[in-house]
């Protein structure tokens, strides 16, 4: 495969193809063309969580953390109990 003209794989499917030009880079199943518009949109939302940083780092991330504790009760119980034997030294 290596080599071969045009060859290129889809970043959707993984699976491989003939591409018609450069900036071809989906094949054409149907699913792959919607993930080509979801790229699309996650780099328009890169450019906007550049462009407005600290809507990210304030009141979102706050409530994303809180929901991610309620749903990893365990994991901050388990990390506190580490943490309170270390101190302990036993
Ligand atoms: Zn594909």
């Keep these: 495969m290596a080599g071969a003209?045009?060859?290129?794989?889809c970043p959707a499917c993984?699976?491989?193809f003939r591409a018609r030009n450069r900036v071809h880079v989906y094949?054409?199943?149907e699913t792959c063309k919607a993930g080509r518009?979801?790229?699309?949109?996650?780099?328009?939302?890169?450019?906007?969580?550049r462009k407005h940083p600290n809507y990210w780092?304030?009141?979102?991330?706050?409530?994303?953390?809180?929901?991610?504790r309620d749903a990893h009760p365990a994991y901050f119980k388990g990390w506190r109990d580490?943490?309170?034997?270390?101190?302990k030294g036993k």
């Design 37 to 49: 518009r979801s790229n699309y949109m996650k780099k328009y939302m890169s450019g906007w969580k």
């Design 14 to 16: 993984g699976k491989g």
């Design 82 to 87: 580490k943490a309170k034997r270390r101190g």
């Design 5 to 9: 003209k045009g060859q290129k794989k």
């Design 27 to 29: 094949c054409s199943r």
């Design 57 to 68: 780092r304030t009141e979102r991330q706050k409530e994303y953390m809180k929901q991610w």
